[in-house]
C-alpha cells in the first residue's frame, strides 16, 4: 500500500526563522511529487513539482528535495513570514495509478507569529 | 489565464437528496481528477476524467458518480446524500496524461449534509 506521511501535523515558528517540512513515503517508485499549499476552507495552491529523475526544485523562498532511496521530500522555507501560515500537503503519483491520480499526505498546519 | 472554477461554492442539502457539483478546468487541459477531503480522512481520489472516459476511480461507492464534456468540463454526482458526505470537494485539472503533468486545483464546493 502506497502511504505518504507528513510530520509534524501542526508546526509553530517565530517570523524570520527558517524551516523544513518532511514528507515521507513507502513506495518510492514514484513519477513526480507536488507540494501545495491550503489556506483555511480554501482550495489547493500548488507551489512545487519534482519529477522523479529531479532532485531538488526552487521558487523564491522555496526549496523542495526528493530522495527517493530514502523516501523522502523536504519542504524548506527561508525567512518565514506570517503570510506563510497554511496547511502544506504533500501528494505523490505514481505510475501503478493510470491516469493522474495522486496519493496525499495528511499535511501540516504551519502557523508563523508576528 | 483563468483558473480551475467550481460551482457552487457552497450547498446545504438534507441527508437522501442527490447533488451535483461542477468543475470547470483550465482552458486547454484535457483531464479533471475529483477529490473529497474530510477532517478525518484527509483528501481522497474520488475518480479522474479524460477526454470524456473515466480513468481512474477511487474506493468509494457508486452513489458517486461523474461525468465530462466535450469542453472538459465536468460534473459529480452524489445519490442519496448521507451526512457522511459532508466534506470539501475539490477538483483538478492537468493538461493531458503525460508523466510529469502538473496538477491545479480548484477553489472547492463546501457541501453540508443535515
Known amino acids: 500500500k502506497q502511504e505518504v506521511t507528513q510530520i509534524p501535523a501542526a508546526l509553530s515558528v517565530p517570523e524570520g526563522e527558517n524551516l523544513v517540512l518532511n514528507c515521507s513515503f513507502t513506495?518510492?517508485?514514484?513519477?513526480?511529487l507536488q507540494w501545495f499549499r491550503q489556506d483555511p476552507g480554501k482550495g489547493l495552491t500548488s507551489l512545487l513539482l519534482?519529477?522523479?529523475?529531479?532532485r531538488e526544485q526552487t521558487s523564491g523562498r522555496l526549496n523542495a528535495s526528493l530522495d527517493k532511496s530514502s523516501g523522502r521530500s523536504t519542504l524548506y522555507i527561508a525567512a518565514s513570514q506570517p503570510g506563510d501560515s497554511a496547511t502544506y500537503l504533500c501528494?505523490?503519483?505514481?505510475?501503478?495509478?493510470?491516469?493522474?491520480?495522486?496519493?496525499f499526505g495528511g499535511g501540516t498546519r504551519l502557523m508563523v507569529k508576528p | 489565464k483563468a483558473g480551475v472554477t467550481q460551482t457552487p461554492r457552497y450547498l446545504i442539502k438534507t441527508r437522501g437528496q442527490q447533488v451535483t457539483l461542477s468543475c470547470s478546468p483550465i482552458s486547454g487541459h484535457r483531464s479533471v481528477s475529483w477529490y473529497q477531503q474530510t477532517p478525518g480522512q484527509g483528501l481522497q481520489f474520488l475518480f479522474e476524467y479524460f477526454s470524456e472516459t473515466q480513468r481512474n476511480k477511487g474506493n468509494f461507492p457508486g452513489r458517486f458518480s461523474g461525468r465530462q464534456f466535450s469542453n472538459s468540463r465536468s460534473e459529480m454526482n452524489v445519490s442519496t446524500l448521507e451526512l457522511g458526505d459532508s466534506a470539501l470537494y475539490l477538483c483538478?485539472?492537468?493538461?493531458?496524461?503525460?508523466?510529469?503533468?502538473?496538477?491545479?486545483f480548484g477553489p472547492g464546493t463546501r457541501l453540508t449534509v443535515l
Open positions: 513506495d518510492s517508485a514514484i513519477y513526480n
Open positions: 483538478a485539472s492537468s493538461l493531458g496524461s503525460g508523466l510529469y503533468n502538473e496538477q491545479f
Open positions: 501528494a505523490l503519483r505514481y505510475p501503478n495509478n493510470a491516469g493522474n491520480m495522486l496519493t
Open positions: 519534482i519529477q522523479s529523475s529531479q
